[in-house]
């Protein structure tokens, strides 16, 4: 699997950016996906998964209420709806996928070139 994110970008705080991940493949919608970032001096951190059919997500607490991760396995693609962002989601991000979703976070056995989001006060 190939893993092509997109989308980031700078933005104001309170605004909005949607991130896409395109993947290769021809068992993209068995596998889970999910988002990653990592700050400036900080560890990468797991974000957002998603199961193979999109009916499970998951998030880490501090992105609840404000992104929203789906997929659209006719497209290949899985996104990331952020909203309401602030200067602490500054930070590149990875789309990565997961071959057995075990229904919370995902380890990443693939991974996608990171996209840069910059959230300015």
């Known amino acids: 699997v190939q893993l092509q994110a997109s989308g980031g970008g700078v933005v104001q705080a309170g605004g909005s950016l949607r991130l896409s991940c395109a993947a290769s493949?021809?068992?993209?919608?068995?596998?889970?996906m999910g988002w990653f970032r990592q700050a400036p001096g900080k560890e990468r951190a797991f974000v957002a998964a998603?199961?193979?059919?999109?009916?499970?997500?998951y998030y880490t607490d501090s992105v609840k209420g404000r992104f929203t991760i789906s997929r659209d396995n006719a497209k290949k693609t899985v996104y990331l709806q952020m909203n309401s962002l602030n200067p602490e989601d500054t930070a590149v991000y990875y789309c990565a996928a997961d071959r057995y979703y075990s229904g919370t976070t995902i380890t990443g056995d693939y991974w996608g070139q990171g996209t840069q989001v910059t959230v300015s006060s």
């Open positions: 998603i199961s193979g059919s999109g009916s499970s997500t």
């Open positions: 493949g021809r068992t993209f919608s068995i596998y889970g």
